[in-house]
């Protein structure tokens, strides 16, 4: 069974998509599941949702820790769409 990730932005499920992008292990190159790759308009309803992050005070809570877990996190993601658009 094929697994379906769908993006969650600003709050919602968006199964809206241009396509699907495989996600692969890197140790054994199984397809290990789909990720959607989304329209312009849902990657701007994004960044707009992100930008509001900061002055909502919703991460100001967070540990140290777990907020440099989130930033090594999206670097990852950024590193791996960089490799993707690359080949």
Not at 22 to 28: A, K, M, Q, R, Y
């Amino acid at each position: 069974m094929k697994i379906y990730w769908l993006n969650h932005i600003d709050g919602d499920w968006v199964d809206r998509v241009v396509a699907w992008i495989e996600v692969i292990s890197l140790g054994s190159g199984e397809n290990l599941a789909e990720h959607a790759l989304a329209y312009a308009a849902s990657v701007g309803r994004a960044v707009i949702a992100a930008q509001r992050v900061p002055h909502s005070g919703a991460l100001s809570n967070l540990r140290p820790i777990k907020s440099g877990r989130m930033l090594q996190a999206m670097g990852l993601c950024w590193n791996t769409l960089t490799r993707l658009r690359q080949s």
